[in-house]
């Protein structure tokens, strides 16, 4: 007999997604006093501890502060059930629509109630539709507006007074889809369709192992590469990247077990290449690649550069101290030679496959990665600019040594599906960079 796994539940140091209709938002809940900002509205986290992903929560007026948009304020989350989830339009009772909106002038002053009105409303009334009832009854062209009409009304209306908000475990596609709306250069404009075709043409497992170049993504390709490894598997992937400090945000949000995450080697292109090409001062002769060592275990979720934190991104220009040096003497080798340790061992086995996404020409890069990777396997190639795809297309066709080559662009279209309204949506974007693909020869 099947036994139902539990939910898993929120924790300190987890990263959130919260949802508020439509509009989804990445959080880390790294304490009981953090705060995460919606519009103006402010909501204190510490009631979500221990609580299961995916709860529904209400949003309860704590304090309302003035500031320059408008007041601003401070709400508390209480646990809520899903019944309390009501359609506005069935809980007002609304049954009477007109035929058309012709004999409607949109100027301002169908809304008797002032904004001044609004706002007392909203400090008196702590559930949305009560507030959404106040504005029907006061509004003079509702009930002539098409039901359809009506819908658009109740729904924007739904969008600025709803007070749930639903907790939701971070995954790779909610992160793309908050990532991508908040600035989509941010991760290279990776679209989801164009992330599914990346790793379905790498034929990433979980056997072998893999070789990733990104140039910043927010860690979301290493993230998304590692979860199609999985969990308790023999694969393994080492992820070059050009900077000091790897970009890791999503890989940390997806809260993959210990293991795992050590499965992922994390190091700089030009210090690892260095390292396999001219070799360098003998430490951790006995380190095993799957089997890392304390030091390893220790360091393994660094903190990861964010906004907040831009310090993170670029390295510490003071001086250390002769303590910290001392301190950092006795405790043998940093961290980083000890993954370049790790990634040569494999780059000497080499690869199953090789994905480079990168923001540079991607040529030299390619030429240098090559090598490591084993006959008749595959190679994927992203990059924003078709011209730089075009040259790399042909330096490969000329060396020979890929085969199968496909330069592709990748066009997603979403659709509205709704009975007699089924159209395009009307904002979306038009290309999400291009892909080379291909098979390397002996």
Known sequence: MATETASPSIQLGDYIVIQRQKYTKLQ???SLDTTATLGKETLELKSLLDQPYGSTFKMSVKETKPGKRGAQRQHTLELCSETELNSTREALGISSSGADNRDICDNGEAQSLKSADIEQLREECNESSKIIEKLVENSKTFHNRTEYSQEKYLRKKEKK???FVQIRQPTI???LDIFYR??????MGIRVDTLSQIISYSGVCGLGSYLLYESGTNGLLPAAMLNSIGAGTEGSLVHMHPGNVPQKQALLALKLPLEQQLRCVSVNLYSVLREFYQGGETIGSNLSVTEPTEVVREETQPETPTEDQPEAIEPSTKKPKLEEVKGEANKGP???QLENKRATALMHNKFDSLVLAAKEHPSSILQALL???KPSRPVVVFSTCKELLQET???LKTSGKVTGLHLTSNWMRTYQILPNRTHPE???SGNSGYLLTGYTLR
Do not use: H, S, T
């Open 28 to 30: 880390k809940f790294g």
């Open 393 to 395: 297309y042909m330096e």
């Open 426 to 428: 009307v904002n979306m």
């Open 161 to 163: 007074y709803f007070e």
């Open 173 to 175: 596609r909610l992160m």
């Open 182 to 187: 908040q600035d989509a250069e941010k991760i």
């Open 371 to 373: 090598p490591l990777v």
């Open 334 to 336: 940093p961290r980083w």
